[in-house]
């Protein structure tokens, strides 16, 4: 049988941007994440996000996995991704 399958709007995964949760309490940014359709796990021991990968500001389709790096203690070495804006105007 040669059927395609039926493609709308509603299944097809948005694209959304990595929050900023480092520094944040795991029950906080498990709720951020889940709140923007994006998908976690956790690694380490503690009740802080230390680090997260991909990084802030990072594009993604929704369900994508989110690394938590769980610390005691905030990161210092805050570092984010910033898009390319080189030859683009305000309006793009």
């Not at 029950?27 to 994006?38: D, G, H, Q, V, Y």
């Not at 976690?40 to 993604?60: A, F, L, R, W």
């Not at 690394?67 to 910033?82: C, F, I």
């Amino acid at each position: 049988m040669n059927v395609q399958p039926k493609i709308s709007s509603t299944n097809i995964p948005k694209e959304v941007m990595i929050p900023e949760v480092r520094g944040k309490s795991i029950e906080l940014a498990i709720k951020t994440l889940k709140e923007l359709k994006l998908d976690y796990e956790t690694q380490g021991n503690g009740t802080i996000i230390y680090d997260i990968s991909p990084k802030p500001g990072i594009i993604v389709k929704e369900n994508t996995k989110i690394a938590l790096y769980l610390g005691t203690s905030e990161n210092k070495n805050l570092r984010v991704a910033v898009p390319d804006f080189t030859g683009k105007t305000k309006r793009k």
